[in-house]
Nanobody, 125 residues
């Protein structure tokens, strides 16, 4: 049974910081996994924020470069998203996702990610 569980969301003032965590369990064996953070604001499409390969290659969407940092502790099956200098437009539900492929293959396409967490809300005011 695959589970991705996010935590760390909340309400913060603009300019503040939050760190999201995603703990993963039960993923079937795969030669590689791309772990990603997506977000979805009301009335908007789900967008990829950042993702990381097994070997540590990292990708960020342009709007978060320099402010967000994705990291992973694969030994403990946890992926993090550190968010600094938060802006009003960062307000969204944030989701952790996993895909059994290289990130360069799945890129930011949410339809190519098989496993999802339930989401954690981030509100910037």
């Amino acid at each position: 049974h695959v589970q991705l569980v996010e935590s760390g969301g909340g309400s913060v003032q603009a300019g503040g910081s939050l760190r999201l965590s995603c703990t993963i369990s039960g993923l079937p064996h795969s030669s590689t996994y791309c772990m990603a953070w997506f977000r979805q604001a009301p009335g908007k499409k789900r967008e990829g924020v950042a993702h990381v390969d097994d070997d540590g290659r990292i990708f960020y969407t342009d709007s978060v470069k320099g402010r967000f940092t994705i990291s992973q502790d694969r030994a403990n099956n946890t992926v993090y998203l550190r968010m600094n200098s938060l802006k009003l437009e960062d307000t969204a539900m944030y989701y952790c996702a996993a895909a059994g492929a290289f990130c360069s293959v799945v890129t930011n396409d949410p339809y190519l990610f098989s496993y999802w967490g339930q989401g954690t809300q981030v509100t910037v005011s």
